[in-house]
């Protein structure tokens, strides 16, 4: 530690040096002739204590101590008068602007001592102080970062698992949908083939009685039971209406081999890593064929999607998560509305400064202000408890600016609307790759 004794007495400044050096180990002794070279000092090197002399000329030790307190020096710095005065409104004037004791003249070496000894004393338990505050501080960030990694880290090991026992789920939905729709249509595609070769040899026989019943004696027994038939069954109406049967199972089976398309397209669980080019209006068509039933129920679904928008290099499956994560939300948000408006629901897409945006905006409950910038935080959730874990949003913002440095954003208006929107670099995610 070092002490600083200022005093314009060469004999004083000696006498106590001595004193210090023969009572006190461990410490530095600085010497100063006057208050304007003790301002020099401590404003070059570190001081614990300084011993100050009131009465010296140029600047006195009052000036010393109203300068230091300008510059805030007794942050780090304990001061001691030294001085003969007995004014006891000078002593208490220089407390006020700093100093924390005083020591008389003449040198009295036990009094001296004792109080420059307890003066490093206190700037010792001082300096241990501080530095243990710095030391917690310093643990305390460490703490808060290692806390904020874990919670990272569980968010991410909570995504993946979340979404690869979804994506595992809907493949195998897929897949094995896949099976025997295949069987199906192959064998439909025969029964066609089957019908038509059916139809045109019934019409070949029908055209070969009107020629040959004039001629043929056993065409008037043939004649007999193509009339009873007819009287049994329209002909005609059947093929007309196995016709309309054929177009219809067409349309149902092109129907459910585009939802079981869309459904392994949609999840692709073998690609949870990998980015490749993305079309987002795909993602979001695909989305709405499989919600179509959900939706249904609960609002109008309006579709506005920009199709000059690029395609850009992302992790599709992850960004599909994201667009149904939103579209749950929109759907549960207007379910708290409990009936008393049709929900509606629109999502858009279009190209912004370097960017391909989505908004999906509802018509539902909405957000209060005072949740409103915690809806993003991992495991909140405003859902009474057991309804929901608070992690879809969260993995969304996850997904959507941290692995595609993109942002996702809220607006909204408490009982009136939500809007959330989502903004995809179009050439800095391809950079990344």
Request: aromatic letters at 8%.
């Given at each position: 530690m070092k002490v600083l004794v200022v005093d314009d007495s060469r004999i004083i400044r000696q006498m106590a040096m001595?004193?210090?050096?023969?009572?006190?180990?461990?410490?530095?002794?600085?010497?100063?002739?006057?208050?304007e070279e003790a301002l020099s000092i401590i404003s070059e090197q570190d001081v614990d204590l300084m011993i100050l002399?009131?009465?010296?000329?140029?600047?006195?030790?009052?000036?010393?101590?109203?300068?230091?307190?300008?510059?805030?020096?007794?942050?780090?710095?304990?001061?001691?008068?030294?001085?003969?005065?007995?004014d006891k409104?000078?002593?208490?004037?220089?407390?006020q602007l700093g100093a924390t004791d005083y020591i008389g003249k003449p040198i009295d070496p036990d009094e001296f001592s004792a109080r420059v000894q307890n003066g490093l004393n206190q700037q010792k338990l001082k300096k241990d102080l501080s530095e243990s505050i710095e030391q917690m501080k310093k643990q305390n960030l460490e703490l808060l970062e290692l806390n904020s990694r874990i919670q990272e880290t569980q968010l991410q090991l909570v995504q993946k698992e979340q979404m690869a026992s979804?994506?595992?789920?809907?493949?195998?939905?897929?897949?094995?949908?896949?099976?025997?729709?295949?069987?199906?249509?192959?064998?439909?595609?025969?029964?066609?083939?089957?019908?038509?070769?059916y139809d045109t040899y019934i019409r070949a026989m029908e055209d070969v009685y009107v020629a040959t019943k004039e001629y043929i004696p056993e065409s008037?027994?043939?004649a007999s039971k193509v009339n009873e038939l007819k009287l049994e069954t329209d002909l005609s109406f059947i093929r007309e209406d196995l016709t309309e049967l054929y177009l219809d199972t067409d349309d149902g089976l092109s129907r459910v081999r585009k939802i079981v398309e869309s459904l392994r397209l949609f999840s692709k669980v073998d690609q949870f890593e990998e980015y490749e080019e993305y079309n987002l209006n795909n993602g979001i068509e695909k989305m709405v064929v499989l919600t179509k039933n959900e939706v249904k129920y609960i609002a109008d679904l309006e579709v506005d999607l920009d199709e000059k928008i690029p395609q850009i290099y992302a992790i599709g499956y992850q960004i599909n998560q994201t667009?149904?994560?939103?579209?749950?939300?929109?759907?549960?948000?207007?379910?708290?509305?409990?009936?008393?408006?049709?929900?509606?629901?629109?999502?858009?897409?279009y190209q912004d400064d370097g960017y391909i945006v989505c908004t999906m905006r509802d018509n539902g409950l909405g957000i209060p202000d005072e949740i409103l910038?915690?809806?993003?935080?991992?495991?909140?959730?405003?859902?009474?408890?057991?309804?929901?874990?608070?992690?879809?949003?969260s993995i969304s913002y996850d997904i959507v600016v941290n692995k595609h440095s993109g942002t996702l954003e809220v607006n909204s208006q408490y009982g009136e609307y939500a809007e959330f929107i989502m903004r995809l670099p179009i050439e800095s995610a391809k950079r990344s790759i």
């Open positions: 001595d004193v210090i050096r023969e009572k006190i180990t461990d410490v530095d002794i600085l010497l100063a002739d006057s208050g002399d009131i009465i010296m000329p140029g600047l006195s030790g009052m000036d010393v101590l109203v300068e230091m307190k300008e510059l805030n020096y007794f942050d780090n710095l304990k001061v001691i008068m030294f001085t003969s005065l007995s409104s000078s002593m208490h004037e220089c407390f979804v994506g595992q789920l809907a493949a195998g939905v897929a897949h094995e949908i896949n099976n025997p729709l295949g069987f199906i249509i192959s064998n439909f595609d025969v029964m066609k083939d089957y019908f038509r070769i008037s027994q043939i667009l149904l994560n939103m579209l749950m939300n929109a759907l549960d948000s207007i379910k708290l509305v409990k009936n008393e408006r049709r929900g509606f629901i629109k999502i858009t897409t910038s915690n809806v993003f935080n991992p495991f909140f959730t405003s859902k009474p408890i057991g309804d929901s874990v608070g992690l879809g949003l």
